[in-house]
């Protein structure tokens, strides 16, 4: 009997997510059956399937507590769910500087301009977020501390970077692994306007088009992947690498690869992006997984 495998995705992710098709396809055309669901569900039986893959979940960072529960409930479920807990808050790049490798030097919840990282513009975030929802690029310090004390107010953690200025131009380097192997590399453009403040509605897909990554930003890359199994709490130091990662490289003021995001929850594959070998490279990876 063939594996039976579901694509995890949401309401919002099922009509629009472009990589769920491609995906999808290039599974059932290897055999397996291929479900498209969403994680909130309530019909669908987890346990009668072969594999789980959390793909386009994107409302999860307004229902964390929700969503990690549930993914603690699905029996096999990739990322796993220890995965999904650390990855899912950006306190993780902590973890990630703390380990040596090179990540956008952040300054955690500053409440003056004397903590601000030494710039000239600056990003504030909340450390739980994506599609770049709440965050926004400021000139002015006390603009930026004024965001930062909103995220706080509201019981977030707020972060603050330098605006790297290399984005405006380079745009960042998404670096994408199945199955623990480099597949492809996708860049994409700038998304944040000087001046435009907060919005939430940014098409936070921008411009993409595939680039041939440097060697630096390879080895970069491949090391924050080799790190991930012993940094994530409660996952075994040493066991496999995650079956899809994606790893978002910007170019710091030395020229140097840096993270901004590292991203093993529900990143955008660029599966339109992406060679025939990357598409070959999710089968064999996937249908692995269900073994
Ligand atoms: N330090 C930074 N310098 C320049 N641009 C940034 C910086 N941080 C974020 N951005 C811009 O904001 C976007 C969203 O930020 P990101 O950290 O990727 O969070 P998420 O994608 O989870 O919302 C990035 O794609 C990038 O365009
Ligand atoms: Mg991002």
């Known amino acids: 009997m063939s594996a039976r495998v579901a694509l995890v995705s949401s309401e ?22 291929v479900d498209l669901v969403r994680w909130d569900d309530p019909d669908v ?27 603690e409930s699905v029996p096999r479920l990739r990322n796993p769910a220890p995965v999904l807990a650390w990855n899912t808050d950006k306190t993780h790049l902590r973890d ?25 513009e600056w990003v504030v975030k909340p450390s739980i977020s994506a599609g770049s929802r709440d965050t926004a690029r400021w000139t002015d310090p006390a603009a930026a501390l004024g965001h930062v ?33 480099f597949t492809h590399a996708v860049r994409k453009g700038p998304l944040l306007q000087r001046g435009e403040g907060v919005r939430q509605d ?10 041939d990554p440097t060697p630096a930003q390879r080895a970069v890359a491949q090391a924050v992947l080799d790190a991930v199994p ?13 079956l899809y990662a994606r790893i978002d490289l910007v170019t710091d003021d030395a020229g140097r690869p840096v993270v901004l995001e ?9 599966l339109p992006q992406a060679p025939e070998t990357a598409v070959a490279q999710w089968v064999t990876a996937v249908s692995a997984a269900t073994r």
């Open 149 to 181: 004390a909103e995220l706080t107010a509201a019981g977030r953690t707020a972060m603050v970077q330098p605006y790297l200025a290399s984005v405006d131009d380079a745009g960042e380097t998404a670096m994408l692994f199945l199955g623990g192997r």
């Open 45 to 71: 039986d987890w346990a009668g399937l072969d594999l789980a893959v959390v793909r386009s979940c994107w409302d999860y960072a307004w229902r964390r507590a929700e969503f990690l529960g549930w993914a």
């Open 262 to 270: 590292l991203e093993l929850t529900e990143p955008s594959l660029f």
């Open 202 to 211: 940014r098409d936070s897909r921008g411009d993409l088009r595939a680039v």
């Open 230 to 242: 012993d940094l994530v709490p409660s996952s075994v130091p040493g066991t496999e690498p995650p």
């Open 96 to 120: 990630l500087a703390g380990a040596g490798l090179p990540v956008v030097p952040t300054v955690w919840g500053p409440t003056e301009a004397g903590q601000l990282p030494d710039a000239g």
């Open 12 to 33: 919002r992710g099922l009509r629009v997510d472009p990589d769920l098709p491609i995906a999808a396809s290039a599974l059932r055309d290897a055999g397996l059956a």
